[in-house]
């Protein structure tokens, strides 16, 4: 299966705390930080919910 890298370049703060928790679940803490997963449904659903606060690409 694929592999997505997630960087969180926007804060949490001042977000819902759904949107919260749906970062930690990714595992995106502080700002700038990457984590690399495979593109599973579950996880591109997670990372549509929080678009707006990270950038998403394809992994080498």
Same mark, same amino acid.
């Given at each position: 299966m694929k592999k !997505? +890298? !997630? $960087?969180? !370049?926007k804060s949490p703060i001042d977000r819902p705390e759904r949107q919260k928790l749906t970062l930690q =679940? *990714?595992?995106?803490g502080k700002t700038?930080?990457? +984590?690399?997963?495979? =593109? $599973?449904?579950?996880i *591109?659903?997670?990372?549509? +919910?929080v678009?707006? *606060?990270v950038k998403v690409e394809e992994a080498k």
């Open positions: !997505i +890298k !997630i $960087t969180l !370049i =679940a *990714l595992g995106l700038n930080s990457s +984590k690399e997963v495979e =593109a $599973t449904p579950q *591109l659903g997670m990372v549509r +919910k678009e707006h *606060l």
